[in-house]
């Protein structure tokens, strides 16, 4: 954790770089019909037991790039989600 700490501090550009970039990318990412509520209420419930809201389709990848609704969140432990990244989704396409 510590060495995380010190990495944010000597990259500060880069991660607020890369910050703007993946909330560019979320609000594109959001449809007409977008599910405020449901959307809110999987927040609130992943703040509740300490785990992570996860987009199953990343918002941005070399291959697919997935919507930001309800139907593309899910909740997973922060160790589980950190190392799954933006790699893996359900029917993922064999890499060629």
């Given amino acids: 954790l510590e060495s995380l700490r010190e990495y944010g501090k000597r990259n500060r550009p880069a991660l607020n770089a890369h910050s703007s970039r993946y909330h560019a990318a979320k609000k594109q990412a959001v449809p007409a019909w977008f599910e405020r509520d449901a959307v809110a209420e ?3 419930r992943g703040a509740e037991l300490g785990m992570q809201v996860d987009h199953v389709v990343p918002l941005q990848s070399d291959m697919v790039c997935g919507l930001h609704c ?5 909740l997973l432990d922060a ?16 890499a060629v």
Avoid at 70 to 74: G, R, T
């Fill in 42 to 44: 999987v927040y609130a």
């Fill in 70 to 74: 309800h139907a593309n969140v899910q």
């Fill in 79 to 94: 160790a589980i989600n950190q190392s799954k990244n933006n790699r893996f989704w359900p029917d993922m396409p064999e």
